[in-house]
């Protein structure tokens, strides 16, 4: 139901309303975060393995009881998620 109100008129199968049916080809290295929490959990986990079966160099990381956007809550987790996103953007600059 939130998902259909959310992609309004758009296909739900779009790619730009879920990654899930995109082309995963030539995708850049890819850092997915997410916790057990997240609604879209399943689906974070096939789309990692579908960016993988592509060739897609990606890397998930996960934790245990967050959500969403637990990189930017004022926890351990999320602090230490801060850290290894700093780390990977650092290496790349």
Same mark, same amino acid.
């Given at each position: ?17 879920? !990654?899930?049916? #995109?082309?995963?080809?030539? &995708?850049? +290295? ?33 934790? !245990?009881?967050? #959500?969403?956007?637990?990189? &930017?809550? +004022? ?6 998620a801060r850290i290894a996103i700093r780390k990977i953007i650092e290496?790349?600059?």
């Amino acid at each position: 139901m939130w998902g259909a109100d959310w992609a309004k008129d758009i296909d739900p199968h779009a790619p730009m309303i879920s !990654p899930l049916y #995109g082309d995963m080809q030539g &995708l850049p +290295p890819t850092e997915l975060f997410t916790g057990t929490w997240e609604i879209f959990y399943t689906d974070i986990l096939s789309l990692n393995d579908k960016m993988k079966a592509a060739g897609v160099n990606v890397t998930l990381h996960v934790a !245990p009881k967050m #959500g969403h956007v637990y990189p &930017l809550w +004022p926890c351990p987790e999320g602090q230490n998620a801060r850290i290894a996103i700093r780390k990977i953007i650092e290496a790349v600059i």
